[in-house]
């Protein structure tokens, strides 16, 4: 969910500051106070592209930022993709958009603070905000969505993880098999070439860590002339008779032998210089060893050059480390050992493809089958999620069909089909607002809040199945944990329908996060959280400020959308009507 939205700077919204939790947030505001604004905040950290005309009048940039919490192992999985994340990382996690966009018009994204690509979040934006306007329904209308709407309905998300991850295996084992089939042009050039290179690594044989033993080695050995004058300076230093460490501190030594004859508290002075003469004795002795031991070795030193000469010239042909250039000789030994039996290399390459390629197959029409008997259980379920919303003889259908491929190696009963990494099926849904009328696709819905209420139906209607089944498992909701934002759901409905979607709105807010931009009293009431959006004046500027109103603030701002600007008290009576309706579980239920 949506923790924190920050925003600066982004036309009239100067300095904005918004803590978001659970349950269902409604803003409302008079038309022009910038509700509208919020949302398109919303829009750039969904992945929109930026306009530099948002930017306020004198200020340098625009500054969106939100934190959001999920629990959804695909947005780790995206974020470990582009490395910002470690792979494998397991729990909740805190991910933080930061989108900026300069008054020149130059952008730029950071996630959880470090810099991304834009497709990096379109990626990951809808695992984590979905927004449904008047303009646009990305959610419904991205060709791929209906597919995992549907898969989500029917709990069919594990089995499409298995599907793509068998398309994926197989797609290895038949680049492998096209690779194979591609040597049989060249193959014995390319033998050749082969044996030439493994014999030229062999015949070096190099070793993993050898190279800094040999610099290690090589630096000892040409310092040889400056490490015996250091050495003999050195010992000069410790035992010289003119100067020397030893010599001063056995004079010493005798010096407090004769002061501790007549004062007794010289006795611990001389214990002291006693014991560095036996340490600097033991340096002096050590260092006089290392000197004596110190001897030049051309004749290992021109070895010691050679043989990195010769693991120099095997990186620059093979790999840039001696790791790559073992790598290589144990990918291109293998190549070899394919090449001298290229006929039987290719038959188990194709074994191995057909055999991946069967199973893939299987599992792809066992998912078909489940989305085709998922798919009228789901328009069922949307359709009476639309009566609720005063769509009272609507129709909604999703189908699930399958496009033909003559060249396709998948082949159903006698078609063969286009397949990809998510099965065989294109998932479409359609929508007929009366009887008799044609269903269209979501696309041509002409209406906006028509569409936006259709979007409702359609979430309302995967969060109850979602709710369904965590009940009889007695386990959490399935499906990532998103934040929903609905840009005037409400739009050309009123009364009893106003009612009906504010009560939609707010079972749906029971498993997920909600944010609607309101204008209709009745959906405002149903709020868990009221956010005030208005406009003020201050230093010849115009900014808008949001306000978390409290019980009586709602009373007045519901108040408002009642009478307008003329407040009265029969509106705030009628104000304090509608929240103690919305408040009722009854009702709540819907």
């Known amino acids: 969910m949506l923790c924190t939205l920050r925003v600066r700077d982004l036309a009239v919204l100067e300095d904005v500051d918004v803590a978001l939790d659970t349950g269902l947030t409604v803003l409302t505001g008079e038309t022009g106070a910038g509700k509208s604004l919020v949302v398109d905040a919303l829009s750039l950290l969904s992945g929109e592209r930026s306009d530099a005309t948002l930017v306020r009048g004198g200020a340098e940039r625009l500054v969106v930022e939100g934190s959001f919490e999920t629990d959804d192992p695909a947005v780790v999985t995206s974020l470990a993709a582009a490395g910002l994340r470690e792979a494998g990382a397991r729990g909740p996690a805190e991910v933080v958009v930061r989108r900026e966009v300069s008054s020149s018009g130059k952008g730029r994204l950071y996630i959880d603070g470090s810099p991304a690509a834009l497709r990096t979040l379109a990626e990951l934006a809808p695992r984590l905000l979905v927004l449904y306007g008047q303009a646009e329904a990305r959610e419904l209308l991205d060709p791929a969505a209906p597919r995992e709407l549907l898969d989500r309905f029917g709990a069919l998300s594990e089995r499409t ?35 030439f290179r493994i014999a030229e690594i062999d015949r070096a044989a190099p070793v993993a860590d050898e190279e800094d033993l040999l610099q290690r080695e090589k630096a000892g050995l040409s310092s040889v002339e400056k490490r015996g004058r250091l050495l003999t300076d050195a010992v000069a230093a410790l035992e010289s008779d003119e100067g020397g460490a030893l010599p001063a501190l056995t004079a010493l030594r005798r010096t407090f032998a004769a002061l501790a004859e007549v004062d007794p508290d010289a006795t611990g002075r001389l214990a002291i210089v006693d014991e560095l003469i036996e340490r600097v004795s033991d340096v002096a002795a050590s260092t006089s060893r290392e000197l004596e031991r110190l001897e030049a070795d051309p004749a290992r030193l021109a070895a010691v050059v050679e043989r990195l000469d010769v693991l120099a010239k095997l990186k620059r042909k093979y790999g840039a480390t001696l790791d790559e250039v073992l790598a290589y000789r144990e990918a291109v030994g293998r190549e070899r050992d394919e090449l001298a039996d290229l006929e039987g290399a290719l038959r188990k390459a194709e074994k191995a493809a057909t055999e991946a390629f069967a199973v893939f197959a299987t599992a792809a029409l066992e998912l078909s089958a ?9 328009g069922k379920a949307v359709e009476k999620q639309l009566s609720d919303l005063a769509f009272l003889s609507s129709s909604f259908r999703v189908d699930v069909s399958r496009k033909g491929m003559p060249d396709s190696p998948f082949l159903a009963g006698e078609e063969r089909i286009a397949f990809g990494p998510h099965g065989v099926d294109v998932v479409t849904l359609s929508f007929a607002p009366n009887p008799g009328e044609p269903h269209r696709s979501l696309a041509k819905i002409a209406s906006g809040g028509e569409l936006s209420r259709v979007q409702l139906a359609v979430a309302a209607a995967l969060a109850d199945a979602e709710a369904a089944r965590e009940g009889r498992r007695g386990s959490r909701r399935g499906g990532p944990v998103r934040t929903f934002v609905f840009d005037e759901v409400d739009a050309g409905v009123s009364g009893a329908t106003a009612e009906a979607v504010g009560r939609k709105l707010k079972t749906l807010a029971a498993h997920e996060q909600i944010l609607v931009v309101t204008h209709l009293p009745q959906v405002a009431a149903a709020g868990d959280r009221h956010l005030a959006v208005r406009k003020e004046v201050s230093g010849g500027r115009t900014r808008t400020v949001v306000t978390d109103l409290d019980e009586k603030g709602r009373v007045e701002a519901i108040a408002a959308l009642l009478a307008g600007a003329s407040l009265t008290d029969a509106a705030r009576r009628q104000a304090r009507q509608l929240l103690a309706a919305a408040a009722e579980p009854s009702r709540a239920r819907g």
């Open 161 to 195: 993880e298995t599907v793509e991850r068998l398309h994926a295996s197989w797609k290895e084992k038949d680049a492998d098999r096209e690779r194979i089939a591609a040597l049989g042009k060249d193959g014995p050039a390319r033998l050749e070439v082969l044996e």
């Open 370 to 378: 489940a989305r085709t008997a998922a798919a009228p259980r789901l």
